[in-house]
């Protein structure tokens, strides 16, 4: 049986979509924790700044948290440093020139928190943070 070039289309048409659907899906989980892991460098980075937090205080955060939230992944005290330096490094740039950061918004959150952190920790800035 012969199919029409407009079912083949519309085949084609929905191949596409549903093939699509999974990357969109992966990207808007994506930005979700870019937006989350931004909140809670903002917390920290503040709490430092004004509460005057210690050296400690994230290690406990961090030990604090497990308990309240059971099986809680990627809230180690050294992902939280890493989230604080990713709110300070890109609050940094978006203070500096907000018509750059209207132009990056979109693209920053199809870039993963590790490629973000592999990006800053390859700066100056990044390696003085981090130790």
Known sequence: MK???NHLDNIKALKSAILQSPYRA????NK???????AVGKFISNQIKEEKWGAKVIENLSADLQPELPGLRGFSATNMKRM????ES???H?????????QLKKSFSNVSF???IKILQ???YGLVCLN
Request: proline fraction near 3%; charge should be positive.
């Open 3 to 5: 199919l029409s070039k």
């Open 26 to 29: 992966a990207s808007l989980v």
């Open 32 to 38: 979700a924790l870019l937006t989350l892991y931004f």
């Open 84 to 87: 604080r330096l990713f709110f």
């Open 90 to 92: 890109w609050n940094e």
């Open 94 to 102: 978006s203070l500096i020139s907000p018509t750059l950061s209207a």
């Open 114 to 116: 590790t490629h973000h």
């Open 122 to 124: 390859s700066t100056k």
